[in-house]
Nanobody, 127 residues
C-alpha cells in the first residue's frame, strides 16, 4: 500500500509563505510515474483541488492559486512540494496530498481520480 504524509503546515501571516511537503512511501514502489496533487478543505467546505503535477511533469493549478503556488516533485525522494506564496486568509484550510495511480482523469483535478490520500496538514493564514 501507499502512505502519504504531509508536513510543513502551520500559522503564517497574510502575505507570507509556506512550503508543504508530501512524502510518499510504499513497499517496492516509486512514484515518478504517477500524478500527485494537492487539495484543500476549509471548515464547512468541500475538498477542493489546488494543484497537481502529472507523471510527465505537467502542472495544473486552481485559478485561485495561479501565480502564487508552485507544485513540484523530487522523484528521488518520492516527495511532492507545494510552495505557497502571498498567502491569503482564504487559503486557510487543511491541505491534503493525493496520489493518482491510474491516470484517471485529464486534467487531474478531480478528487475522485486519486487513489491515496494523506491525513492533511493545517495551514492557517492570519489577517
Amino acid at each position: 500500500q501507499v502512505q502519504l504524509v504531509e508536513s510543513g503546515g502551520g500559522l503564517v501571516q497574510a502575505g507570507g509563505s509556506l512550503r508543504l511537503s508530501c512524502a510518499a512511501s510504499g513497499r517496492g514502489r516509486t512514484f515518478d510515474t504517477y500524478t500527485m496533487g494537492w487539495f484543500r478543505q476549509a471548515p464547512g467546505q468541500e475538498r477542493d483541488f489546488v494543484a497537481a503535477i502529472s507523471w510527465s511533469g505537467i502542472l495544473y493549478y486552481a485559478d485561485s492559486v495561479k501565480g502564487r503556488f508552485t507544485i513540484s516533485r523530487d522523484n528521488a525522494k518520492n516527495t511532492v512540494y507545494l510552495q505557497m506564496n502571498t498567502l491569503k486568509s482564504e487559503d486557510t484550510a487543511v491541505y491534503y496530498c493525493a496520489l493518482d495511480l491510474a491516470r484517471t482523469f485529464d486534467p487531474p483535478t478531480r478528487l475522485e481520480g486519486y487513489n491515496y490520500w494523506g491525513q492533511g496538514t493545517q495551514v492557517t493564514v492570519s489577517s
